[in-house]
């Protein structure tokens, strides 16, 4: 049959994975942590499962976890959303990513995207008859050209997706930024889809600029979040969205039809577990810890850096080692030093030239260290 998606390969994820596993390579490319969630939460997910919520849970989800994402984002940013009609869970953050835009992107719309992206935005606009077109972050520091996307924007354009703290690159945006896209986006009908899966993996003491926290924005906006990234379990495919009522009346039509709903007995547990903000205030200190253990490891090294502002990835650029491209010197570092890392060119569609490798440093100070190694002696 002819291809709904020609361009599409098997995401960078899976091979990179394989490839790892096939050369027994350290893994720091695919986003996760090498350790297990709270034993506490793992006790509430076993007894939840005993005490019987092993069939269907409401489609929306379960009200208890719903009101407690509502206290939550209540809490954090400000924004009340109602748990009854503003409020999905999901399988993941990428499935509230693909039901969002299955549910408003039509033939021939266009899809602004922020280049490096993380690599399910654009086959699912695709898919649906979309075009996704890049706005491409600049410099090595990854800043943010709001005039370039203020151009970018035209009568076709449905919908902007945003995500901060950035995948891949490590950099999180500032009140300044968040005031300008509201400007440019105000007195237009442009849904805003904004992927906040690291939205509690902030460093240096920076706040969160959460699209809940600016009214305009909120107003027109999907914001997805990741009990996955949160609570260290991204195997259980566990996430939600939020947004206005008439957005997720259209979000809801397509995820009932999609997965209906989503693991009942998981949902009881995290309800009594994300009621208490202990469980993820401090994730951006635990994480900052770790990344600073990745720098200081690397210090001796020829790679170059600028410290991720947020999420368990850092990038490091590495002009001064090889001319080799991205996805040569990746592999390369897979099969000749036993290192595997994400090429960052594979989240970028524009035409890419730069020289960066992205490492997840969501793991134990072990594997971190015998990383370092290997990284210094390059
Ligand atoms: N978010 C994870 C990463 O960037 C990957 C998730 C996935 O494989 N779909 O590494």
């Given amino acids: 049959p002819s291809s709904k998606l020609p361009q599409v390969g098997t995401t960078i994820f899976t091979t990179i994975g394989q490839l790892a596993q096939e050369h027994n390579a350290i893994n720091l490319s695919q986003g996760f942590p090498n350790f297990n969630p709270d034993p506490k939460l793992l006790e509430l997910v ?186 260290h379990a991204t195997g259980w495919k566990m996430g939600y969205c939020v947004a206005p009522k008439p957005l997720m009346q259209e979000f809801q039509k397509v995820h009932q039809f999609n997965v209906f709903s989503v693991n009942h007995a998981m949902q009881v547990a995290l309800a009594q577990y994300v009621k208490d903000p202990k469980h993820y205030v ?30 368990y990835f850092q990038l490091l650029e590495y002009s001064d080692i090889t001319d080799e491209k991205d996805t040569v010197f990746a592999e390369r570092l897979i099969k000749q030093h036993k290192l595997a890392s994400i090429p960052v060119s594979v989240f970028c569609k524009a035409d890419y030239d730069q020289k960066f490798l992205r490492f997840c440093f969501a793991k134990t100070n072990d594997v971190l260290d015998k990383a370092c190694q290997i990284l210094n002696s390059i």
């Fill in 46 to 231: 076993g007894e939840s499962f005993k005490k019987g919520h092993n069939q269907y849970a409401p489609m929306q989800g379960v009200l208890s976890l719903r009101e407690a994402i509502s206290e939550k984002t209540e809490h954090l940013y400000g924004h009340f959303y109602r748990p009854e009609s503003e409020i999905t869970v999901t399988a993941g953050a990428t499935q509230a990513i693909f039901t969002t835009i299955a549910a408003f992107v039509r033939q021939n719309d266009e899809v602004i995207v922020i280049e490096p992206a993380f690599d399910c935005y654009e086959p699912a606009i695709t898919l649906f008859g979309g075009k996704s077109i890049p706005v491409v972050l600049e410099g090595n520091d990854f800043k943010m050209n709001w005039s370039a996307f203020k151009s970018a924007i035209s009568p076709k354009t449905k919908m902007v997706i945003i995500n901060n703290p950035h995948n891949p690159t490590g950099t999180i945006w500032s009140k300044s930024d968040m005031v300008q896209l509201q400007d440019i986006l105000r007195d237009t009908n442009i849904i805003l889809l904004s992927d906040e899966v690291y939205e509690h993996i902030v460093f240096d003491g920076k706040p969160h600029q959460s699209v809940a926290k600016y009214p305009d924005l909120a107003a027109r906006a999907v914001i997805c979040s990741s009990f996955g990234k949160t609570f």
């Fill in 282 to 311: 401090n994730l951006g200190s635990f994480y900052q810890e770790k990344r600073d253990v990745f720098l200081k490891g690397i210090k001796g090294s020829r790679f170059k850096m600028i410290p991720s502002g947020g999420t």
